[in-house]
């Protein structure tokens, strides 16, 4: 077992504390092979879409700032700096999950675990109650229970090295005889978080967190569940609301090196044709900044910087939606690189 049981009845305590619904009945019908894969998942991996323009998605991936690992006509890879990955492949391809709705969407999500022992604990655990299948190279397949895909396996992620931006304020100076860092595009350092419209909004989070070791972060009333890998510290790595008549993916976020880069990566977004879903702006729950972009692989993509990070001495919130709950401020419709600039008017 790799976590003392003492360890796991801490979080539980925490869990319950903010009466949300979604703390753990008792200890007793938690098995050994969930208290053993508890902190060894550690965050997305990959995310496997099915797409109606191959040609189309790959434009955006790539001027999204991924780098393209391979390119082949059913299969087009991109990974970010610590190697977490974004993979295309055909809407008709059989190979893929089945989708949950119609057109371009996430496909699947593929959770990174520490080792392969830990994905073979998860192959167990999963294949009581629903079908599994396993990779030559030993990933793991199966549908979450609203249908959604799940993949498991060992993590081609890596850890990224500290790096700080250097910020000149009063009573901190970091920054002399050099100018800031100014950005000309993204370079996506990590895959944070995926989000997904759900229908049972006690039991879905309950299976991802009694049966894959998911911790509740925060949860919006009666509304959605922030929910992260056991052996991540990301504020969620997973969120999961409803919406009545919603169903499907709804975007997916990577972090930058710090805020300027989200401005940079926005503006240039923005000049190469791509539409603003919503930003800039600053999240209220996450602390985040943020600039949304609409995807034509489904959903939106996330430029954000500055989410807050949390340990198991977190007590998760119980938030009631509304617009501050969301964001301390917000754009609409993006922003023009030039738009605020003063100019000279002429008098009429």
């Not at 909004?201 to 949860?219: N, Q, S, V």
């Not at 791509?274 to 993509?301: D, E, K, Q």
């Amino acid at each position: 077992m790799r976590e003392s049981l003492a360890g796991r009845v801490e979080f539980e305590t925490n869990c319950k504390s903010c009466g949300c619904g979604w703390g753990y009945e008792s200890v007793s019908n938690i098995t050994i092979s969930f208290l053993g894969m508890l902190m060894n998942l550690i965050g997305i991996d990959k995310l496997v879409f099915g797409v109606e323009d191959m040609a189309l998605c790959k434009k955006f991936w790539l001027d999204w700032g991924l780098t393209q690992i391979a390119d082949a006509p059913k299969s087009n890879i991109f990974e970010t700096v610590d190697k977490s990955q974004v993979e295309i492949r055909p809407i008709d391809d059989p190979s893929l999950p089945p989708p949950v709705v119609e057109g371009s969407t996430v496909r699947e999500t593929v959770w990174a675990a520490a080792d392969q022992g830990v994905v073979g604990d998860i192959a167990a655990e999963l294949a009581k109650d629903r079908d599994v299948t396993v990779d030559d190279d030993g990933t793991v397949h199966a549908l979450d229970p609203e249908g959604y895909g799940m993949g498991f396996r060992v993590a081609h992620m890596q850890e990224l090295p500290q790096r700080e931006s250097k910020y000149n304020a009063p009573g901190r100076v970091e920054r002399v005889d050099e100018p800031a860092v100014f950005y000309d595009r993204a370079t996506p350092q990590n895959l944070v978080h995926a989000v997904f419209h759900i229908q049972d909004i006690e039991g879905t989070p309950k299976f991802y967190m009694d049966r894959l070791g998911f911790l509740l972060t925060d949860a919006y009333v009666e509304r959605g569940a922030f929910l992260r890998c056991g052996g991540a510290n990301d504020h969620h790595n997973l969120f999961m609301f409803k919406l009545p008549g919603q169903m499907g993916f709804h975007h997916t976020a990577f972090e930058l090196r710090d805020i300027h880069e989200v401005f940079g990566g926005g503006l240039r977004m923005k000049e190469l044709g791509w539409n603003t879903h919503l930003g800039p702006g600053r999240h209220n729950v996450t602390s985040a900044y943020y600039w949304y972009f609409r995807n034509p692989c489904g959903g939106a993509a996330e430029y954000g910087f500055d989410t807050d990070r949390v340990t198991k001495a977190w007590v998760p919130r119980e938030i009631v939606p509304s617009d501050g709950a969301f964001a301390e401020w917000s754009l609409e419709e993006g922003l023009d690189r030039f738009a605020g600039l003063q100019r000279q008017v002429e008098e009429a």
